[in-house]
């Protein structure tokens, strides 16, 4: 069955530091998205992202971060210089469907961890 | 803006009784409704959808969600619990944003089920 894959599972930094988490979406899926959870806690929205620009970007998505589809495949979130409040598990979503009528498929997730 | 609020933070039921997950929402417009599952370390799975028909949808696992427009609401029920279904429960939203929409989704309700 396809599936969203994201690597690093898991990522440790100091703050200040640049990341960069990387996310394959299903291979036929046309929408992609960030979210973010923190400590298990509620799912937040990040940005969505269709025919390689922002669709939409919450308040959390600052100029402290990017997104970009470099190559066809892979779907990456860069945060530029990291904070503790950064710290959290990101996961990376995509969909197939326009509209609202489609589901999201989600990664496991990359646990963000800033000292 | 859309919203989605689910009311317990916990519910606990014997293994072998009905359960229900409580889910309320806000929205502009015809609301798209989701429940996704979380296990500890992964990521939300989709369980089922409410688009448009019958109120009553069936998803995996044997779980279902009733809609209920008058009341605004989308719970999330199973008609005999196993111990394997303890994990997080999501209800999430899709509003009429756009070509890539986002799914907002409420806190989260942890179902403990216990033998």
């Known amino acids: 069955e396809p599936e969203v894959t994201q690597t690093p599972s898991h990522q440790v930094t100091q703050m200040g530091q640049e990341v960069i988490l990387r996310c394959v979406p299903i291979?036929?899926?046309?929408?992609f998205y960030w979210y973010r959870q923190i400590l298990g806690q509620k799912v937040e929205f990040l940005v969505s992202?269709?025919?390689?620009?922002?669709?939409?970007k919450s308040e959390i998505f600052d100029d402290q971060f990017s997104v970009e589809r470099p190559d066809g495949s892979n779907f990456t979130l860069k945060i530029r210089s990291t904070k503790l409040e950064d710290s959290a598990m990101y996961f990376c979503?995509?969909?197939?469907?326009?509209?609202?009528?489609?589901?999201?498929?989600f990664g496991e997730g990359s646990r963000l961890t800033v000292l | 803006a859309q919203s989605v609020a689910q009311p317990e933070d916990q519910v606990n039921v014997a293994e072998g009784n009905p359960l229900t997950v409580k889910c309320t929402y806000s929205?502009?417009?015809?609301?798209?409704l989701f429940w996704y599952v979380q296990y500890p370390n992964r990521g939300l799975q989709f369980l089922l959808k409410y688009i448009t028909g019958d109120n009553l949808v069936k998803g995996s696992y044997g779980f279902e969600a009733e809609f209920n427009k008058s009341q605004t609401s989308f719970h999330l029920k199973k008609p005999s619990a196993l111990v394997s279904d303890s994990a997080l429960y999501f209800c999430?939203?899709?509003?009429?944003?756009?070509?890539?929409?986002?799914?907002?989704f409420g806190t989260g309700t942890r179902l403990q089920v216990t033998l």
């Open positions: 929205v502009s417009g015809n609301p798209y």
């Open positions: 291979s036929n899926h046309l929408y």
């Open positions: 992202f269709y025919n390689n620009e922002i669709s939409e």
């Open positions: 999430a939203v899709r509003g009429l944003g756009g070509t890539a929409s986002k799914l907002t």
């Open positions: 979503a995509s969909s197939v469907r326009t509209g609202t009528t489609g589901e999201l498929f």
